[in-house]
């Protein structure tokens, strides 16, 4: 039986989900045993970028005309089209303010000379294309990719989490950072899969993973606005890493906020 062919490509963003793959360590050959991969910039030259694949994975936000051109040609080559890490699945910190203009900001950033740069507001994966799966995180969870990674082999989709950080954290009966320590925690609307690393360490969930299915916006608002973070405060917490997200996009927040 012929291996699935399967290319690895990265958007923008800081290739951190690429670099998990690479880190599976002692499960990297197994992996790469069980796959015909005929594109992997990041670990080897030579790809083959116009064969037809049996699964793509795609890292990063489309920020660039020529990304949503690069993004379309493997959706089309490809039978299964994955997305890795939050910036593919929600847009990441880079879309974190839509609502500028881009080209203020490379403006402000590059000065004239960032008038070369042809840029769009920066959204995910889903905004430009079908996704089969999305595995969200800065960066996707080791664990979290190989079981994928082993399902899709069998020919499922594997079954992520549907719950919060909350609820791990809650199952490991670390300390509630949010109520006992007062700190702007996210754990109760972002989804889980992370094993609730951070409050692990008495840091707060900062939402990398996005926002849990059904979440309630207004009672995380309120709890926050109870602990006295003003609202810039809490729409730029809730916004960092999943702004396009439907849950957390201005208009619902505002709704929320005066619910």
């Known amino acids: 039986m012929d291996k699935p062919k399967v290319g690895i490509y990265g958007l923008t963003g800081c290739a951190g989900d690429q670099l998990v793959i690479l880190n599976c360590e002692d499960e990297l050959l197994d992996l790469v045993g069980s796959l015909d991969i005929k594109s992997f910039s990041m670990a080897a030259s030579g790809a083959d970028d116009q064969c037809q694949l049996d699964i793509a994975f795609v890292e990063g936000t489309v920020v660039q005309p020529d990304e949503e051109k690069l993004l379309k040609d493997i959706r089309q080559r490809a039978k299964l089209l ?4 939050t910036c ?3 847009g990441g910190v880079t879309a974190m303010k839509n609502e ?3 080209k203020k900001f490379i403006e402000q950033v590059y000065g004239p000379a960032g008038k070369v740069f042809e840029v769009i507001p920066p ?5 430009f294309v079908k996704v089969d799966l999305s595995l969200p995180g800065c960066p996707i969870e080791k664990e979290q990719l190989l079981r994928g990674v082993a399902s899709l082999l069998h020919g499922d989709l594997p079954k ?3 719950y919060a950080v909350c609820t791990e954290c809650k199952m490991a009966e670390y300390p509630c950072i949010l109520v006992e320590k007062g ?3 996210l754990g109760p609307i972002t989804v889980a899969g992370c094993g609730a690393r951070c409050p692990s360490y008495g840091l707060t969930c900062n939402g990398c993973r996005g926002p849990v299915d059904d979440i309630n916006v207004a009672s995380e608002i309120n709890i926050l606005k109870e602990k006295g973070f003003t609202w810039v405060d809490i729409q730029n917490r809730l916004r960092t890493f999943a702004a396009p997200a439907p849950p957390l996009n ?3 927040l505002e709704e929320a906020k005066n619910a």
Request: net charge negative; hydrophobic share 45%; glycine share 4%.
């Open 123 to 127: 959204q995910p994966l889903s905004s």
């Open 100 to 102: 500028v203009d881009p």
């Open 250 to 252: 201005l208009q619902t």
């Open 88 to 90: 593919a699945v929600w």
């Open 82 to 85: 994955v997305a890795i890490g």
């Open 183 to 185: 700190l702007p925690c």
């Open 160 to 162: 992520l989490p549907n």
